[in-house]
T-cell receptor, first 115, second 112 residues
Framework: DTGVSQNPRHKITKRGQNVTFRCDPI?????LYWYRQTLGQGPEFLTY????????KSRLLSDRFSAERPKGSFSTLEIQRTEQGDSAMYLC?????????????FGPGTRLTVT | DQQVKQNSPSLSVQEGRISILNCDYT??????FLWYKKYPAEGPTFLIS?????DKNEDGRFTVFLNKSAKHLSLHIVPSQPGDSAVYFC???????????FGAGTTVTVRA
């Protein structure tokens, strides 16, 4: 079990550009969550998937954000027309319906800097 | 709105002593509570959890206490070790969606 992985670990982009992040959950974990963390704050929920179905999106997730989880395996989070306020750590977590759904396992995160 | 609050941004404790971290929540629908530990440049790591039907859960040096009437939980680390120096996040969840609501974190520094 290799844990949750996220790529890239760091991304610097200019305002207005599009970026895409990838998350590979623990194998056979059917729930996948995206969170965003800014300096001095705890992670904030963005969206989650059960298998390939996106079940909920936070109101924090503007129309510029889109997430997918094709085939219920890895997930991507895309931000279009990035703004400086999008600068944050984007965290992915997964959990298993065969285990304790409450206990989510996090990846190392992708740090986005928008200049 | 911040449904989970950690009012102490930092805590300094001497090695071997007890660390007590506090957390308050406002949503009475939360029925599961977790503590995560985070080192710099890493994602949060699950530490210990407690269901709302219990008032105490212990795992080695870590004990979590839950006071439902006060909507308060605490994490006790005893004895504290230098490797415990990290940011600790309190999180809460409901059984209908399991998404986590986090506090802002408490930075623990264990002094030798």
């Amino acid at each position: 079990d290799t844990g949750v992985s996220q790529n890239p670990r760091h991304k610097i982009t200019k305002r207005g550009q599009n970026v895409t992040f990838r998350c590979d959950p623990i194998s056979e974990h059917n729930r996948l969550y995206w969170y965003r963390q800014t300096l001095g704050q705890g992670p904030e929920f963005l969206t989650y998937f059960q298998n390939e179905a996106q079940l909920e999106k936070s109101r924090l997730l503007s129309d510029r954000f889109s997430a997918e989880r094709p085939k219920g395996s890895f997930s991507t989070l895309e931000i279009q027309r990035t703004e400086q306020g999008d600068s944050a750590m984007y965290l992915c977590a997964s959990s298993s319906m065969a285990g304790l759904l409450y206990e989510q396992y996090f990846g190392p995160g992708t740090r986005l800097t928008v200049t | 709105d911040q449904q989970v609050k950690q009012n102490s941004p930092s805590l300094s404790v001497q090695e071997g002593r007890i660390s007590i971290l506090n957390c308050d929540y406002t949503n009475s629908m939360f029925d599961y509570f977790l503590w995560y530990k985070k080192y710099p440049a890493e994602g949060p790591t699950f530490l210990i959890s407690i269901s709302s039907i219990k008032d105490k859960n212990e795992d080695g040096r870590f004990t979590v206490f839950l006071n439902k009437s006060a909507k308060h939980l605490s994490l006790h680390i005893v004895p504290s070790q230098p490797g415990d120096s990290a940011v600790y996040f309190c999180a809460a969840s409901r059984s209908n969606d399991y998404k986590l609501s986090f506090g802002a974190g408490t930075t623990v520094t264990v002094r030798a």
